[in-house]
């Protein structure tokens, strides 16, 4: 399993210290930004969300102000399913329920405990559609699928 690790501006700071906590658990390869000047956030979810996508065994985070706009853009990569997380059911739901493989924070709207305590649980849930009792979660997912081939083109 690969942990990609990614922020704008409004992020970099969260980034640096998700890392300084969860960094020896998980080892994250991060990309970027490596300085606190104003970026477009777009310019890196597409970055992270297209590793992760082309990786099935990766999992990624992304930080911007709200997590929104990282997530909007996640999703347009057909196999990202980005999931803003924001309390500890989000992002629990977002693994066994959704299979996310990215996960999206907020840095001006959750505190730096928070944001740990999401992330390592995020990080550490699995995907409940390998088994059978999950198995309406896996028929959901392949729909998005689906979905995917028929729009993304
Ligand atoms: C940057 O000011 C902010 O708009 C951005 O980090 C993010 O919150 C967008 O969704």
Same mark, same amino acid.
């Given at each position: 399993?690969?942990?990609? /690790?990614?922020?704008?501006?409004? =992020? !970099? =700071? %969260? $980034?640096?210290?998700? @890392?300084?906590? %969860?960094?020896?658990?998980?080892?994250?390869?991060? %990309?970027?930004? &490596?300085?606190?000047?104003?970026?477009?956030?777009?310019?890196?979810?597409?970055?992270?969300? @297209?590793?992760?996508? $082309?990786?099935?065994?990766?999992?990624?985070?992304?930080?911007? =102000?709200?997590?929104?706009?990282?997530? /909007?853009?996640?999703? $347009?990569?057909?196999?990202?399913?980005?999931?803003?997380?924001?309390?500890? &059911? #989000?992002?629990?739901?977002?693994?066994?329920?959704?299979?996310?493989?990215?996960?999206?924070? =907020?840095?001006?709207?959750?505190?730096?405990?928070?944001?740990? %305590?999401?992330?390592?649980? !995020?990080?550490? #849930?699995? &995907?409940?559609? $390998?088994?059978?009792?999950?198995?309406?979660?896996?028929?959901?997912?392949? @729909? /998005?699928?689906?979905?995917?081939?028929?729009? &993304?083109?």
């Amino acid at each position: 399993m690969r942990y990609y /690790i990614a922020s704008d501006h409004a =992020g !970099f =700071g %969260l $980034k640096n210290r998700l @890392k300084l906590g %969860l960094g020896r658990e998980y080892g994250f390869t991060d %990309l970027g930004v &490596f300085v606190a000047e104003r970026i477009d956030y777009p310019d890196i979810a597409i970055k992270l969300a @297209k590793r992760v996508a $082309k990786e099935p065994e990766s999992i990624g985070t992304l930080i911007c =102000g709200t997590g929104i706009g990282m997530s /909007i853009v996640a999703n $347009k990569v057909p196999g990202a399913r980005a999931a803003v997380i924001y309390d500890g &059911f #989000t992002a629990k739901m977002a693994r066994q329920h959704n299979n996310a493989n990215i996960a999206c924070l =907020g840095a001006r709207n959750i505190s730096e405990q928070m944001a740990l %305590l999401l992330v390592r649980t !995020f990080l550490s #849930t699995t &995907f409940l559609g $390998k088994g059978k009792p999950g198995e309406r979660h896996l028929q959901r997912v392949r @729909k /998005i699928g689906k979905i995917e081939e028929q729009h &993304f083109k």
